[in-house]
């Protein structure tokens, strides 16, 4: 097998095309606070901004992959997904125990947490993140 189990949906392309812009962005944004000094930049929460940095890598990474209809795509948008998440959870300890933080933080963590669970889920169906033979209840027993 070569990696894909189908035929690539409508929706792939312009999801990835998505993935592949907003991890550009994410990394030329990201660089450029973290060339300029992160610590002079109002509210920055360092380990959110080394996380989004090195995360528009794998968005990028996913993004190609999604386009060329790979099921290691799929994956790689799980963990992206899971590991915004965890970041978003870690974010909102932060922000819990009283550490300093910019509002647009917030929706920008709310973003990409739904961006990648949407796209993780969509080519979980569409490619199969479990081995359909795995995933069947008479397997299991």
Same mark, same amino acid.
């Given at each position: 097998?070569? *990696?894909?189990? &189908?035929?690539?949906?409508?929706?792939?392309?312009? !999801? @990835?095309?998505? &993935?592949?812009?907003?991890?550009?962005?994410?990394?030329?944004? =990201? =660089?450029?606070?973290?060339?300029? $000094?992160?610590?002079?930049? $109002? $509210?920055?929460?360092?380990?959110?901004?080394?996380?989004?940095?090195?995360?528009?890598?794998?968005?990028?990474?996913?993004?190609?992959?999604?386009?060329?209809?790979?099921?290691? !795509?799929?994956?790689?948008?799980?963990?992206? @997904?899971?590991?915004?998440?965890?970041?978003?959870? @870690?974010? =909102?300890?932060?922000?819990?125990? *009283?550490?300093?933080? @910019?509002?647009?933080?917030? *929706?920008?963590?709310?973003?990409?947490?739904?961006?990648?669970?949407?796209?993780?889920? &969509?080519?979980?169906?569409?490619?199969?993140?479990?081995?359909?033979?795995?995933?069947?209840?008479?397997?299991? *027993?």
């Amino acid at each position: 097998m070569t *990696g894909t189990s &189908a035929i690539r949906p409508r929706w792939a392309a312009p !999801a @990835a095309w998505s &993935a592949i812009l907003f991890g550009v962005a994410t990394i030329l944004v =990201g =660089g450029k606070t973290l060339i300029a $000094d992160p610590a002079s930049a $109002d $509210d920055i929460v360092p380990f959110v901004l080394w996380f989004n940095f090195i995360a528009g890598f794998a968005y990028v990474t996913a993004g190609y992959g999604i386009l060329v209809w790979k099921r290691w !795509a799929a994956w790689l948008s799980a963990v992206i @997904a899971a590991a915004t998440l965890a970041a978003f959870v @870690a974010f =909102g300890i932060h922000v819990a125990v *009283g550490g300093s933080f @910019a509002a647009r933080t917030v *929706g920008a963590m709310m973003l990409r947490s739904l961006v990648w669970t949407v796209i993780a889920v &969509a080519t979980c169906r569409a490619l199969g993140c479990v081995p359909r033979e795995a995933a069947h209840p008479s397997r299991l *027993g």
